[in-house]
């Protein structure tokens, strides 16, 4: 990101404005946590590049935090600020934070995708070409585990137990968690080390212990992540938009609408609170159906 621009702001705000400077380092912080979250979870590289895609998934994320609404409002603030800025100084032509509205009601879920959505986009990464087995292994395993970003480009073969189905995920403030995964995410890593992984860590002379690489060798960066989300979104028979962070509320919104209950779902995300998990325990208009069908006397 545009660091020089973060300092211009920061020197507006304190000159110009003549905030304290608990405002100046509360907007700051704010700004800097943004940076962040684009960067650990493959979003816009740039402040002009910025999509509503990516302001979906930090809203998404902020919510994951079980954040009160006012730090909500108050973060939205700051960054619709700083953008302001940025347009005044003609660094940037829009504000993607000026349609945000944070109202004191029940959290909305941030958007997920229906099992048809996910069918067509593993559809899309079906084949033996080492590139696509490794692609095909990145999606089952975001959307199998319900990981971040972030813990999927760590992930080591070291935290991979086969015999067990487990995976040992190192989450956000070193809290560490046990994820089982299935016979489908079992297949499609054993492929994908067999075709892509191994031959190209010979290949170009590498020796680490991350999973995920790129066709160098190297491990994959979250970047690298929503860059093949998007070309998989290419390929596929959808005509939307992915953000990394999607698939994770995917997971869990799947795992409740089979019947899973709220603590498990907890558990296997990483959540602190059980009271940031509840923001999943929406209704479908599927599952609504199925329910009418199968209960109401009439239906």
Known sequence: MEQQWLVEFKQYLAIERQYSEATVTAYTKDLYEFCDFLKNNGGAVSFKKIQNNDVHAYLGWLYDRGLKMTTVSRKISSLKTFFHFLIKNEKVSYN?????????????????????????????????????????????????????????VGLKMANIDFEMHTMLVHGKGKKDRYVPFGKYLEQALQRYFTLMRTPVMAKYHKNHDYVFVNHYGDQLTSAGVSYLLDEIVKKSSLTTTIHPHELRHTFATHLLANGADLRSVQELLGHSSISTTQIYTHVTPEHLQRDYRKFFPRA
């Open 96 to 152: 993607p934070f000026s349609y945000v509205s944070i109202k004191r009601h029940p959290r909305r879920l941030p958007h997920f995708f229906y099992e048809k959505e996910m069918n067509a986009l593993f559809a899309a990464v079906q084949g033996d070409e080492p590139l696509v087995t490794r692609d095909n292994a990145l999606l089952e395993a975001l959307y199998s585990t319900g990981m971040r970003v972030s813990e999927c």
